[in-house]
């Protein structure tokens, strides 16, 4: 299926880092108002949302990583070690990760990115408890020594090693000339709301689900309206049970996958797959009372 040439691959891209660096300038023009309710509101949603492209980033890594973001295998490295460099991370790291990840779902030992996390028990069946668990994590910090981890080797090459500690450098220095605008909408996306909503993500993918045997009932879709999903699943992020069962579809036609796969009766049966699924004895997502 087709994937970006080279120079639509990098302008995307280009687009994130634009939303940003524009999101920034916007925050510290609100910083420098009078504080009010709306003054401050304004600075937690542009947060958040420059958590949300940081994710966009890093999901444009996973496509470099199964080298169906760009045309050529050599621009997904490039690309991929660019935007893994952005957000502190290593690409080769990542994609070895996310290939065995791939190849041994829920299995701890040899399914790396699950193994790093498990101490986070997504893998235990959804109960209101571990919901309100998973819920909670991140507002009292339990998922941060998981989900933070500056990589600043020089795997991908010492051209992005430099490029990591110069975000790190420029991003101190910046704070040190406009403190409230670097703590709030530099450090704080990269080092508090992107985490969460990776972890968050990681619990909306596979939460309950890692230990089925089928493939077809490890991972789960989250069918939210379009705006949400550009804004909360860049990158089509949402369909992750169509990824997995297809891999080398590129994301920008998982969402026509996932139309496609609904018209098969086993898909349609599922309740991790589709919002109202099809026949009465499919296995059904279901919260108990108690662990």
């Excluded at 493939?215 to 992020?237: E, G, H, I, Q, Y």
């Excluded at 609904?262 to 049966?269: C, F, P, R, T």
């Amino acid at each position: 299926m087709e994937r970006y040439t080279a120079t639509s691959a990098w302008a995307i891209v280009g687009f994130y880092i634009l939303q940003i660096f524009a999101a920034i300038a916007a925050g510290h023009y609100l910083l420098g108002l009078e504080t009010s309710f709306w003054t401050v509101t304004g600075v937690v949603l542009l947060a958040l949302f420059i958590g949300t492209r940081l994710r966009g980033l890093n999901n444009i890594v996973h496509e470099c990583s199964h080298a169906t973001f760009a045309q050529n295998r050599p621009d997904n490295i490039k690309i991929g070690s660019f935007c893994a460099s952005a957000v502190l991370g290593c690409y080769y790291d990542y994609r070895d990760e996310h290939l065995s990840h791939h190849a041994h779902l829920g299995d701890y030992e040899q399914d790396l990115d699950l193994k790093r996390i498990e101490k986070l028990r997504i893998h235990e069946p959804l109960t209101w408890r571990t919901l309100l668990r998973h819920a909670t994590n991140p507002f009292l910090l339990r998922h941060l020594p998981y989900y933070v981890n500056p990589n600043f080797g020089a795997r991908d090459g010492k051209i992005y090693q430099v490029m990591k500690v110069g975000i790190v450098l420029g991003a101190s220095l910046f704070t040190a000339l406009v403190p409230l605008t670097g703590l709030f909408l530099v450090f704080t996306p990269l080092f508090l709301v992107f985490p969460t909503l990776n972890y968050w993500a990681d619990c909306l993918d596979h939460a309950g689900l890692t230990d089925n045997e089928d493939d077809l009932d490890a991972s789960r879709n989250m069918l939210a309206p379009k705006m949400l999903r550009v804004l909360f699943f860049p990158r089509n992020d949402c369909f992750h049970l169509v990824h997995h069962l297809f891999p080398q579809v590129p994301a920008r036609h998982l969402d026509k996958g996932h139309d496609l796969l609904a018209k098969d009766e086993v898909y349609s049966s599922r309740h991790n797959a589709v919002r109202t699924p099809r026949g009465k004895d499919q296995p059904q997502e279901v919260l108990v009372g108690t662990d």
